[in-house]
């Protein structure tokens, strides 16, 4: 019986066209990807600034495993917490303007780790709709009253944090969101966390490295302040190229959740090899203003060159810029129409996505070309005509 149920499930899956493919590339992360023997322009991966395959990276990655090794061996409270990981905590603090970083081995860990150490049955978050799933995980691990908002509706927020008698409060978003591009309204939030003395959660993985002075993240892009009821988590396998995750805040916050974050306290530490590639990255992300700025003019070009289509782009200012299509099976035709012409562009459909708002999601990348870009415009134009 148990069996049978899967099979209808998958069976389910595949009717609504719902059903998650993979595909194994050949080659490294970049532009171009080598699948089943074919070569593709790639516009599917979150390596928003190119750096993923950089020498820069590759050569510290080397360095840092003849010094270090490949393995930590253990847990950071144990004996796995190397120079290399405490020398990219510091420096990470710094880069984003808090007074201390903690690494996590990734964006999915870091947030539940935060959550859950923050908040407990007797306590309230609040979360935006379009959250992550990593922080609607978090939210249910908590245990805590889960209040979630219409999205980035700050009026909405408001009336839900006067109403709750939450011994202590948690406002839960993401900075960038990741299948709508659109930027979280951060200031107005701040300014909630502070009348209703609440903890603000940001979660920043497409945001850091791509927005902001320097690549210094979402909170930069707006000028906030290290603000010490917020907590900032940044992911590091995206714009800076490796893997692993960050958050950063208050000295005493990150002490706390050393002390109380299972998915930190739990888990081996990442290899030093990622921390000393990382290290490179973010000179390399302090330093990217030419990426940026050629990330910018990609996705202008994308936006001017199907204005006037069919295709509707969301008002996104990030690298991803989704096209929702709407229906399941159309979205996975069109996906599968440009992958038969070259071009990979992944499918995004629920519950990934609200029903009935099934999408192209496309990733620009500062590797990208523009020439590149404009294959994709004009077979998006072609295909909005048939």
Known sequence: MIWEELEQELDRLQRDGLQRRRRTLEGPCGPLARVDGRTLISFCSNDYLGLSAH???????????????????????????????????????????????????????ANLGIVPALLGRADAVFADRLNHASLIDAAQLARADHQRYPHCDLAALERLLANSQAKRKLILTDAVFSMDGDLAPLPGLLALAERYDAWLVVDDAHGFGVLGPRGRGSLAHFALPAARRLLYMGTLGKAAGAAGAFVAGDERVIAWLMQRARTYIFTTAASPLIAVALSASLDLIARGDALRQHLWRLTAQLRDGLAGTRWRLLPSASAIQPVVVGDNQTTVALADALYERGLWVPAIRPPTVPPGTARLRISLSAAHSSEQVGLLVDNLRDLACG
């Open 55 to 109: 020498p820069a990276l590759i050569e510290a990655a080397c360095t840092g495993a003849r010094a270090w090794g490949v393995g930590s061996g253990a847990s950071h409270l144990v004996s796995g917490h190397l120079t290399p990981h405490a020398e990219l905590e510091a420096k990470l603090a710094d880069f984003v303007g808090f007074p201390r970083a903690l690494l996590f081995s990734t964006g999915y860990m």
